[in-house]
């Protein structure tokens, strides 16, 4: 089994800044692929970025140049580098890890980022 544990969110202004963090603990094969989703009241979950074990990245079009993720493999933790952020990035931010082979699917139980106009 394997626990997400999301910490970093919080209340900021337009324009400013915050970093998200996932630490995973449990039984963590190499070859996985860690994502940030953010879910706001009414709306669908959607991808924010994604990290694969090799570094490689992908990122929603509306975060792209403002958001950056990355990945600590020997602390099997996630990051989520948010800047210029917008009233629009308002929403509960969700840790995900996706192990290769079917071998999980797991997901934090979030923490909310607030962007005040």
């Known amino acids: 089994q394997v626990l997400l544990v999301e910490s970093g969110g919080g209340l900021v202004q337009a324009g400013g800044s915050l970093t998200l963090s996932c630490a995973a603990s449990g039984t963590i094969f190499s070859i996985n692929t860690m994502a940030w989703y953010r879910q706001a009241p009414g709306e669908q979950r959607e991808l924010v970025a994604r990290?694969?074990?090799?570094?490689?990245?992908n990122y929603a079009n509306s975060v792209k140049g403002r958001f950056t993720i990355s990945r600590d493999n020997a602390n099997q933790m996630v990051f989520l580098q948010m800047n210029s952020l917008k009233p629009d990035d308002t929403a509960l931010y969700l840790c995900?890890?996706?192990?290769?082979?079917?071998?999980?699917?797991?997901w934090g139980q979030g923490t909310q980022v607030t962007v005040s106009s």
């Open positions: 995900n890890l996706v192990q290769d082979l079917g071998r999980g699917d797991y």
């Open positions: 990290i694969f074990n090799t570094g490689h990245t």
